[in-house]
């Protein structure tokens, strides 16, 4: 055996004991019942700390030589990342809920710096793809785009709050792409939030755009603000990079759900469906509905039965009243879910739909 290939099964060791971590990590985040935080933890310990536990090990058998300084350093900063978010998580002296938010913020900034050395670790590289889905073929953003792929953080300015934007290695300017708005629920952030559409988005040719909120949540009580926020940035994308505008599909989470109800339904023109996941039906809505906005604009409402943030009660409220009103509207209670993030459930479910009504 050559070197090189000898130095190939160190690389897939922490490559698969790196993914495991991931999925232990998202597994929590997705399923984690917040009145049940006990055994949130629980689950996190026994699914990442042998993992934890063996990887400085793992790293000392890597060859520095054939990888590179500024891989095995970036390598140990995103393990450390993961290290304080599971150390966090595990803490009883503080709140929850900052404990849950920091373990959250670790745990995406490991995520963007091992994104960043995919292309090195096989492994890791089909972590970011869906099962049995082929890796898109990357192109060269010097010979083909003028515009940069992959993750990318567009700072705030006058006209607008800042946002996340993921763009398929694969993309090309010779094609009309789908664009994806996923905006997070309160106190989120834009760079986290693109997480739970990474996958999906990379596997699947779509390109998502994840806007941050001008305040600490959307502006519910004045929606025109962060609506013109966000229609500027789907704007700046759109000359930047060639979108399908018959194709462009608006989606949130909790807070962002609420503020998916209130800016989709008021100007319908501008998307292909909508998806609120885990969201409040909120009173501004009454007079959307009144004068029949949205009618024809297909939605997806997405609600967890254990959800204890906004009761299963008022999802089921709202398609009963939009079924009533002859919406387009297509309902899905989850059994075994509560109030949390959304991996599988942006992949199994919202981006199918969304792929079907773009059919």
Known sequence: MDQKDGSKRPLEAVGSAICNILTS???????????????AQEQLKAGVETSLETM?????????????????DTLLRALKHLVDGYETFLRRDQDFSLSFLSMRRDFCRAADLLYSLKNKVPRLNRYWLLDKREEPTPLSNTAQNENPTGLITIEANSERAAYALYVPESYSEK?????????????GRETEYIWTWLRAARSSSHIILAPKSLGVTWSIL???????????MIEEVSQNYAIDRSKILLTGLSDGGTFTYLFGLSQPEKFTALAPIAAAFHPMMDNLLREGKGKET???????????????STARSANELFSHLDYAVTYKELPEWGHAYTYKINENIVLPWFLHVCR
Request: charged share 25%; no cysteine.
């Open 222 to 232: 004045e929606p025109e603000k962060d609506s013109r926020s966000i229609s500027q």
């Open 56 to 72: 400085n090990d793992l790293v000392a058998k890597l060859d520095p030589e054939s990888l590179g300084p500024e891989f095995i």
């Open 175 to 187: 094609e009309k792409w789908p664009l994806v708005v996923s905006l997070h629920g309160g106190y």
């Open 298 to 312: 297909p939605l997806m409402i997405v609600h967890g039965k254990h959800d204890n943030i906004f009761p299963v």
């Open 25 to 39: 990590f998202e597994s929590v985040q997705e399923n984690i019942l917040f009145q049940q935080i006990g055994a």
